[in-house]
């Protein structure tokens, strides 16, 4: 597998020559200076493309070109949007860029509820605390009919923590949900939006009307419409499952599970559209097996996110250990290597470590962490490998044995 690193371009605090130092070997990025729905022209790809060649490394992989929300709840200028996304890819196309790594989720992307959950060895991982997102829910937003969507025993528990939670604690959630896990990736909310809250209901409000049928519906018409451009330029779509992976803040979510995953690949059956394979985002569902799905869609994977949560009581999950949780990384290296090898990975949500939390890093994107999970995976990929060149011996040798014992037999 291609070792890549999600870089945030040169306003990055991580720079490229860091990163080769590191063993890196492609980079995963965008023009995140163009506002979404705005054409990336070839002149813009091609200087960020020549950017990175001069660090002796190259732009794998887009994360990512965003799909715009009129695009995802069908807006009068759903059309003229998908006209730019086509010719923007395109463009990438012709500069030779041809992985593009994109997400299907209305108004918010990864949510977690604590970005510095506490590690015993001092470390922090991003935490999702499924109590503390309903009462950002029910009694931040205060959406409409929310209540429906718990039980009555975590209703009881969002009433208890009314009781004690701080103002400084809110604000907290809200800077965490809805600002800083998103902001930084051309999202919907950015650092210093006055009243984000108000915004958000806004963004929730254009999805009225919007069930899992009908946003289904919208993502096989974006897909059906840019396919043409993707065979003529060899371009791989791989959509980014949801993080996480079921249903929230009334929003249908459609790429959770298998059965979601079958859906998007048999709607528009074509090699170009595929799968981004985020081992973190579907092991925080325990109703996947990371394993199981592997081995199903391998063939339809372009390019794969190395993570791994761990799921806990009540419906809480937090970033586990590369070397652990729910999403058995070897298993994946394994299955991805045999069936489909050579993909482009990266690792994911490293923890922070090492004096990560006072650089300024992006929430879920420190540099020690991820470095250190980088090492973890490299040794995991060495050891498949070795595994992988052991077995061709073994088989060279067990046929060369066969063949020789059928000649003598004769």
């Known amino acids: 597998m291609e070792k890549t690193w999600r870089w945030f371009g040169r306003k990055d605090k991580i720079t490229l020559p860091m990163l080769r130092q590191i063993g890196v070997e492609g980079i995963v990025t965008a023009l995140h200076d163009v506002p979404n729905g705005e054409v990336w022209t070839i002149q813009a790809i091609e200087d960020l493309k020549n950017y990175i060649q001069s660090f002796g490394l190259r732009w794998s992989v887009v994360e990512s070109l ?21 010719e923007s890819l395109a463009n990438l196309g012709k500069a030779g860029v041809r992985t593009v790594c994109y997400n299907f989720m209305p108004v918010i992307d990864w949510i977690r509820t604590d970005l510095y959950y506490p590690w015993a060895d001092g470390t922090s991982s991003l935490y999702f605390d499924k109590i503390r997102f309903a009462y950002f829910d029910m009694k931040i937003l205060c959406r409409e009919d929310s209540q429906s969507d718990y039980t009555q025993e975590e209703i009881d528990l969002v009433d208890e923590l009314d ?15 809805i600002v800083k896990t998103q902001g930084f990736v051309n999202g ?22 919007i069930d899992r049928d009908q946003l289904r519906e919208n993502m096989r018409y974006f897909l059906s419409a840019i396919m043409p451009v993707c065979d003529e330029y060899g371009i791989n779509m791989c959509v980014h499952p949801d993080d996480p992976p079921f249903q929230v803040l009334g929003l249908p979510r459609i790429v959770t599970n298998e059965e979601d995953i079958q859906w998007f690949l048999d709607a528009v059956d074509n090699i170009h559209n595929g799968l981004t394979f985020c081992a973190g985002s579907l092991s925080a569902g325990e109703h996947n097996d990371t394993r199981t799905l592997a081995e199903k869609f391998a063939k339809r994977t372009h390019f794969v996110h190395l993570r791994s949560t761990e799921a806990m009581a009540g419906g809480n999950f937090i970033e586990s250990s590369h070397l652990e949780g729910r999403g058995h990384l070897i298993e994946l ?16 949500h490293g923890r922070m470590m090492l004096g990560d939390e006072d650089k300024g890093y992006n929430a879920g994107y420190s540099f020690h962490g991820r470095m250190f999970a980088l090492a973890q995976v490299d040794g995991m990929m060495a050891v498949v490998n070795d595994e992988l060149k052991m077995e061709t011996i073994t088989n060279f040798i067990t046929k060369e044995t066969y063949e020789r014992t059928i000649q003598h037999s004769r």
Not at 333 to 348: A, H, Q, S, Y
């Open 163 to 177: 009781k004690v939670i701080t103002d400084k604690e809110k604000e907290n959630l809200v800077d965490t949900i």
């Open 333 to 348: 290296i394994r299955i991805f290597e045999k069936n489909n090898p050579g993909l482009p990975m990266r690792v994911d």
């Open 188 to 209: 919907n909310i950015k650092e210093g939006d006055i009243n984000p809250v108000a915004i958000f209901k806004r963004l929730l409000k254009l999805y009225d009307g």
């Open 66 to 86: 965003p799909v715009c929300e009129a695009i995802k709840y069908a807006g009068a200028e759903r059309d003229a949007l998908i006209e730019n996304y086509k």
